[in-house]
């Protein structure tokens, strides 16, 4: 009886990520006029400078951590420190920073 061929062919299935109009244009908005950026996560809604008013010292972060805790300014930082997150609900928050920004 000859061999039967178990090689399955596996499809590859490439997923691309679709801007979101709105977003990207509130974000180039507060960034043309210098507005905050207001992001929501887990019920509370945090003010973000508008990405041209980040402070400087944002270009030096050597992480994420350390670049959204500068975004953010201590007190709003800690604030979100309270919630005690995870580093899942980090990136999650993160993305949520980068995307209101236009990052």
């Given at each position: 009886?000859?061999?039967?061929?178990?090689?399955?062919?596996?499809?590859?299935?490439?997923?691309?990520?679709?801007?979101?109009?709105?977003?990207?244009?509130?974000?180039?908005e507060a960034e043309a006029t210098g507005e905050l950026v207001e992001v929501e996560h887990n019920g509370k809604v945090y003010s973000l400078p508008s990405p041209m008013d980040f402070p400087v010292d944002v270009v030096f972060a050597d992480n994420d951590f350390e670049a959204a805790r500068i975004v953010l300014g201590?007190?709003?930082?800690?604030?979100?420190?309270?919630?005690?997150?995870?580093?899942?609900?980090?990136?999650?928050f993160n993305e949520k920073i980068s995307k209101a920004t236009g990052n």
């Open positions: 009886m000859p061999a039967k061929n178990t090689d399955a062919a596996v499809e590859t299935v490439e997923t691309v990520e679709v801007p979101d109009a709105d977003t990207e244009l509130v974000a180039a201590e007190e709003q930082w800690q604030e979100y420190r309270k919630t005690r997150p995870t580093i899942r609900d980090f990136q999650h």
